[in-house]
């Protein structure tokens, strides 16, 4: 019901399997954008994949995935992306490990012990523009989910989070914290100041101290300024792994409309024009070209190189060819901000 309301929302994103008069299986395809440097890339983001338990290991899950996928080709979505706790299941389908997990995991005792600088408060509706803005601010230039005035407001209106607190500093939003449960269970935490993050580290190491938890850990990718702060103020791990479960896949769809979308920010990056490479997107592989040097690429080291989790050295090909790679798809951050995960 709370779906119903999504911003343009169509229930032809839910795809059905049906069997003996029922609903036996389910997958839905949700559309976003992604942001890829000054490209926008729409995207399915793939969910909710399930099959009922009499009808399982029949093949009626694959069936209605290839199904989503043609549905999100005719819509428009140049990518399908989508998390797993199951190993093996997705990649006969043609998804592949895109970027890893990452991780800011600190003492709970030794946050609780921080002074709080700034107050800090419940967040209501009318905090949207500068929440907004602060992620734009802090996110838009990495690999991220676009979201617009309308899916912000969606979020703030109907989304069930126990835990959304903003940071005010001389009257101005510098921070914000949005979480599923108060010891930052699935957290989302954005920051601009020094102060902000010290102010929402000490109140989550008093939580997690009172629900009896040792450690506070975030979603936060590498780059971000909270992991800066944090070596400021405590002593903190930064996890960065890749896994068969939990993780992160994607798959092209729409391979000349994805290899459009991206050729004007590729074209960009590397000062290059458009003819004097070729990137030829096929549906299982990748050429990528320039002069006589010429790469041949699987999809499931293509999309990691795009996003910037596969540095090109660790490919086995000759010298010419990883110094092509690296000029076409530059190291970049790639993560989805808690409050997108679908």
Not at 36 to 60: L, N, W
Not at 67 to 95: K, N
Not at 145 to 169: G, H
Not at 262 to 284: C, H, R, T
Request: aromatic share 10%; glycine share 8%.
């Amino acid at each position: 019901r709370r779906l119903q309301t999504y911003p343009g929302f169509d229930y032809a994103w839910y795809r059905l399997g049906w069997q003996d008069n029922q609903v036996v299986t389910n997958v839905i395809a949700t559309p976003f954008k992604l942001r890829y440097g000054s490209a926008e890339i729409p995207f399915g983001g793939i969910g909710a994949v399930c099959t009922h338990p009499d009808y399982q290991r029949r093949g009626y899950a694959s069936q209605v995935m290839n199904d989503a996928r043609q549905y999100m080709l005719e819509r428009g979505d140049l990518l399908a992306l989508l998390w797993t706790g199951l190993d093996g299941f997705y990649t006969p389908l043609g998804y592949h490990n895109i970027w890893p997990n990452h991780a800011l995991e600190f003492s709970a005792e030794a946050a609780a012990k921080l002074e709080a600088p700034l107050p800090m408060r419940p967040s209501t509706p009318a905090d949207t523009p500068q929440m907004a803005a602060l992620y734009e601010q802090e996110w838009g230039h990495r690999v991220a989910t676009i979201r617009t005035p309308e899916i912000w407001q969606w979020r703030m209106n109907t989304d069930p989070l126990d835990y959304l607190r903003v940071v005010e500093e001389d009257g101005k939003i510098t921070g914000y914290i949005a979480a599923y449960d108060s010891t930052g269970g699935g957290a989302e935490v954005i920051v601009s100041t020094l102060a902000a993050a010290q102010t929402i580290m000490a109140e989550a190491g008093r939580l997690c101290r009172a629900a009896g938890h040792e450690t506070v850990s975030w979603g936060i990718p590498p780059d971000d300024r909270l992991i800066y702060d944090a070596r400021r103020l405590l002593n903190p791990v930064i996890h960065t792994y890749h896994a068969s479960k939990q993780a992160w896949m994607g798959s092209v769809i729409n391979p000349d409309g994805l290899r459009d979308a991206l050729l004007p920010e590729i074209m960009a990056v590397s000062g290059l024009d458009k003819g004097e490479f070729v990137l030829d997107i096929q549906a299982n592989v990748v050429n990528v070209q320039k002069d006589n040097i010429l790469v041949q690429l699987h999809h499931r080291d293509f999309l990691p190189l795009l996003f910037g989790s596969l540095p090109p050295f660790t490919l086995d090909i000759q010298k010419d060819g990883i110094e092509l790679l690296s000029t076409l798809f530059p190291p970049r951050v790639s993560q989805l901000a808690q409050w997108d995960w679908f």
